[in-house]
């Protein structure tokens, strides 16, 4: 499904620390293993591209886009879990692709897990391809999860 583009006040904005709360309370709900504040911290002060989508001034979601030369790696992506499946987490990553294009990027390259399937589902969709896996990349409630790295030229 598409996002409604034309709905009014959908608008982006940079993250601001008084937004970690907001942030973490979608995070923890997301990932099994979340961002801590501290880690949402460090990609602000490390000038990592953060930013939030709003919907009339409620977040919706948010997305961490780490710039290295012309490779653009995306560490976080994520939607609020009422707003899931309705095209606006492919609004929102669609949007990071065009910013990393903005800031010189060639390619963009992401870690999931393999089990998240509607997160590999939307890469996909999107022309990122496998480019091969981490092993053990990810804490898991049984051990250690790989990682699958996935990549796309901009
Ligand atoms: C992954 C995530 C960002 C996708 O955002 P979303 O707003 O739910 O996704 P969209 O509605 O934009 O869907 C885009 C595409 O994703 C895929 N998709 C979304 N939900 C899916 C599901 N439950 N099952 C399979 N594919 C799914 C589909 O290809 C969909 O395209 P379509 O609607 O044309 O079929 C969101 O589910 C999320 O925040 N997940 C938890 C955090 C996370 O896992 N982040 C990624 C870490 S690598």
């Known amino acids: 499904m598409n996002a409604p583009l034309n ?12 937004d970690l709360d907001a942030v973490i309370q979608i995070e923890t709900v997301n990932f099994p293993f979340p961002w801590t504040a501290g880690n949402f911290k460090d ?47 492919r609004h929102l990553l669609n949007h990071m692709m065009q910013i990393s294009r903005e800031q010189g990027g060639l390619n963009m390259f992401l870690e ?10 939307l890469y996909e969709s999107i022309g990122f391809n496998e480019m091969g896996v981490r092993p053990g990349y990810y804490p898991a409630h049984n051990g250690r999860e790989n990682a699958v790295l996935m990549g796309v030229a901009l």
């Open 7 to 18: 709905q009014p006040n959908v608008s982006f904005r940079e993250m601001q620390i008084d």
């Open 112 to 121: 999931v897990r393999p089990s998240n399937v509607s997160a590999i589902t």
């Open 43 to 89: 990609s602000i002060n490390s000038g990592h591209i953060c930013l939030v989508l709003e919907i009339d001034e409620l977040m919706i979601g948010y997305a961490i886009l780490m710039m290295v030369l012309d490779e653009a790696h995306l560490l976080n992506i994520s939607i609020s879990a009422d707003w899931k499946g309705k095209g606006w987490g």
